[in-house]
T-cell receptor, first 117, second 109 residues
Framework: EPEVTQTPSHQVTQMGQEVILRCVPI?????FYWYRQILGQKVEFLVS????????KSEIFDDQFSVERPDGSNFTLKIRSTKLEDSAMYFC???????????????FGNGTRLTVT | GQQVMQIPQYQHVQEGEDFTTYCNSS?????IQWYKQRPGGHPVFLIQ?????EVKKQKRLTFQFGEAKKNSSLHITATQTTDVGTYFC?????????FGAGTTVTVRA
């Protein structure tokens, strides 16, 4: 069964540094997402991406965050200047379709655990 | 903005017993999805409910969507150790899927 793959599985960085988290969504999926989960807490929506542009973003997704689909397969999340509170598990997800009423199930990757020291 | 609330946060269940987790949205939903996250894992899709009052079953799991499309429940019968994990509901509205805080289930053998 096709999977969403994320790299790296664990990233340690110093406060103020830039990080790029990488994802390869399922090949025939059109909608891509980033969620984060602080340890033991809920899964929080960051951003959704369709047709090479952001379709929705949350309050968490401020100017420090950006997403990009640099080629036909990768989908990246960049955090420009990391803060301690950015430490979390970051999940990439993709889905086939999303509309007003219906959206396909989200397929999640295994996540990247980001630790900011 | 849309908020999805889920209770209880934790559920400690004796093996063989039943339990229910509840999900409530502050706004009317287009649909609701349920996911399960095993310890150390990622959320895995279980089911989607779209119609008002819809009920779906997966073996020992029964999912229900409220008539007003603002609440949902997951009922598990005869809990097994394989049911351990966190169950999230996720409500879809305005092109955004918002997750509840999850119910973390532990099972006493």
């Amino acid at each position: 069964e096709p999977e969403v793959t994320q790299t790296p599985s664990h990233q340690v960085t110093q406060m103020g540094q830039e990080v790029i988290l990488r994802c390869v969504p399922i090949s025939n999926h059109l909608y891509f997402y980033w969620y984060r989960q602080i340890l033991g807490q809920k899964v929080e929506f960051l951003v959704s991406f369709y047709n090479n542009e952001i379709s929705e973003k949350s309050e968490i997704f401020d100017d420090q965050f950006s997403v990009e689909r640099p080629d036909g397969s990768n989908f990246t999340l960049k955090i420009r200047s990391t803060k301690l509170e950015d430490s979390a598990m970051y999940f990439c997800a993709s889905s086939e379709a999303a509309g007003v009423i219906y959206n396909s199930p989200l397929h999640f990757g295994n996540g990247t655990r980001l630790t900011v020291t | 903005g849309q908020q999805v609330m889920q209770i209880p946060q934790y559920q400690h269940v004796q093996e063989g017993e039943d339990f229910t987790t509840y999900c409530n949205s502050s706004t009317t939903l287009s649909n609701i999805q349920w996911y399960k996250q095993r310890p150390g894992g990622h959320p895995v899709f279980l089911i989607q409910l779209v119609k008002s009052g819809e009920v779906k079953k997966q073996k020992r799991l029964t999912f229900q969507f409220g008539e007003a499309k603002k609440n949902s429940s997951l009922h598990i019968t005869a809990t097994q150790t394989t049911d351990v994990g966190t169950y999230f509901c996720a409500g879809y509205a305005d092109y955004k899927l918002s997750f509840g805080a999850g119910t973390t289930v532990t099972v006493r053998a």
